[in-house]
């Protein structure tokens, strides 16, 4: 039975070599010294043996440029904002004053109740949602050239679709 008082036994495997793997282009090699004569076969060896591996030269003053959308870091982002405002504003507050010299009673920690009351209440947030349902209001009222376009385009597609049954 293994000891265990060893501990870790990782690290004992990680200590040990790994035990090198015969290399298939010998093998074949051999297959073909065999047909061939002895001189060649041993040229044909000894270059499938070692393959001049190209290595990857990156310039470092080359600009990379990548094809995926990299987020814009600098923007201040609504529900960021409002996180910070939320659970880290009276903190913050706090140690601003205290590091001024003036005096302010420590923050309490609130509930979710509380902090969703602060954020729903605020005035920009009011604003915003005010834009956004006006926005909506519109484009639902002003459905005259959605309603043609969607006639028009319907009335062409019967015509062309079933051109043959009505002529």
């Not at 060896?45 to 987020?71: C, G, M, N, Q, T």
Request: charged share 30%; aromatic share 14%; hydrophobic share 30%.
């Amino acid at each position: 039975m293994a000891d265990d008082d060893g501990g870790d036994w990782f690290s004992e495997a990680a200590d040990a070599p790994p035990e090198p793997v015969p290399a298939q282009p010998a093998a074949a090699g051999a297959e073909k010294e065999a047909d061939a004569p002895a001189g060649d076969a041993a040229e044909e060896v000894f270059s499938e043996e070692s393959p001049p591996e190209a290595v990857e030269y990156l310039d470092p003053d080359k600009l990379l440029i990548f094809k995926h959308w990299i987020r814009p870091k600098f923007l201040q982002y609504n529900y960021l904002y409002n996180y910070r405002h939320n659970y880290y504003d009276d903190v913050i507050d706090y140690l601003d004053k205290r590091q001024r010299g003036l005096s302010r009673d420590v923050p309490r920690a609130q509930t979710w109740a509380e902090r969703a009351l602060r954020t729903y209440t605020n005035k920009f947030n009011r604003e915003e949602y005010f834009k956004q349902s006006a926005d909506d209001t519109k484009l639902v009222t002003n459905s005259k050239l959605s309603g043609s376009f969607h006639r028009y385009h319907s009335k062409q597609y019967v015509y062309r679709r079933y051109f043959t049954i009505l002529v």
